[in-house]
């Protein structure tokens, strides 16, 4: 009987392709968490997965109310105060939440006015505050230096030919299919001599 043309599936594999093997960000990885998925890692560092507004797929903090006795019941004040719907009844445009709008009639039912809820959600309000984490990141984006990108010595040689061939005419650099086939711009071209000059003449 032939053997199989397919890999033996294994548990070793999933965890190697699963493994983070390096972060592009020092402070990312000093405090990156194995043990937690990604999503975990970004909520506890303060950081977004993604900028959307997330559709699903994290559970609901469940808030019970601590009474004094097991005999005591305990009423929401809050949720007498709102509708069915759990819009506040009040028509001031700071207690009605934000993207709905209260419609006031008359006795007829003839719309008269529409109130626009300007109140903004709590849990947004206090994800909003930057983590110390957070603040470490924007003041190590602050004072990152950029890198200069290095000519290799096959491309100095390249410009160095150009050069001895055309001068400073970089119009005619640009129509030299033989030394500049990948036909770059005259400002490219100039760009890049200027670089070379710097170190070469």
Do not use: C
Not at 70 to 95: H, I, Q
Not at 154 to 179: I, P, S, T, V
């Amino acid at each position: 009987m032939a053997r199989s043309s397919v890999g033996k599936a294994t548990r070793r594999t999933k965890d190697r392709q699963r493994k983070i093997k390096s972060f592009g960000n020092p402070l990312i990885a000093a405090n990156w968490d194995p043990k937690l998925s990604m999503a975990q890692n970004y909520a506890k560092l303060g950081l977004k997965v993604r900028l959307s507004q997330q559709t699903g797929g994290t559970e609901k903090e469940l808030v019970i109310p601590k009474t004094e006795s097991d005999d005591e019941f305990v009423v929401d004040e809050s949720e007498s105060e709102e509708s069915e719907s759990g819009v506040p009844d009040s028509l001031d445009p700071a207690d009605i939440p934000k993207g709905i709008a209260k419609i006031v009639r008359d006795e007829d039912g003839n719309v008269v006015k529409v109130i626009h809820g300007t109140k903004e959600p709590e849990q947004q309000q206090e994800d909003n505050k930057p983590t110390e984490f957070v603040k470490q990141l924007e003041e190590l984006a602050q004072h990152k230096t950029v890198k200069e990108r290095k000519q290799s010595a096959r491309e100095q040689d390249w410009l160095r030919d150009l050069y001895e061939k055309y001068g400073d005419n970089y119009e005619k650099m640009k129509w030299d299919k033989k030394l500049n086939p990948f036909q770059h711009s005259p400002g490219e071209l100039k760009k890049r001599l200027t670089k070379w000059k710097k170190t070469h003449l």
